[in-house]
């Protein structure tokens, strides 16, 4: 049974940076594909990245390239959400999830954390 645990929200000012981590238990995790999608209220979760088991493999929504960074550490089984530059529109609780080939598609993912708020003052 895998379980994902996030980390690492909060609320900081617009241009700021936070680093959300997403810790995975239970199954295999150097062979799942992860996500992190975010939903703000009012409106439908989003993808926003997501990095396939090796890492050979990363994408973006175009709204955060360039600001924000998947990686993940096949030792301590956690994926991380660098995010610098922050907006006011980013604002937003994130998810992380798990799947077992990388993609964009919310409902192709099987397992999802509970979600870290972040909030983005301006």
């Known amino acids: 049974h895998v379980q994902l645990e996030e980390s690492g929200g909060g609320l900081v000012q617009a241009g700021g940076s936070l680093i959300l981590s997403c810790a995975v238990f239970g199954g295999t995790f150097s062979r799942l594909a992860m996500g992190w999608f975010r939903q703000a209220p009012g409106k439908e979760r989003e993808f926003v990245a997501a990095?396939?088991?090796?890492?050979?493999?990363?994408f973006y929504t175009d709204s955060v390239k360039g600001r924000f960074t998947i990686s993940r550490d096949n030792v301590k089984n956690t994926v991380y959400l660098q995010m610098n530059s922050l907006k006011p529109e980013d604002t937003a609780v994130y998810y992380c999830a798990a799947t077992v080939i990388v993609t964009k598609q919310l409902n192709d993912y099987d397992h999802w954390g509970q979600g870290t708020q972040v909030t983005v003052s301006s």
């Open positions: 990095i396939s088991w090796s890492g050979s493999s990363i």
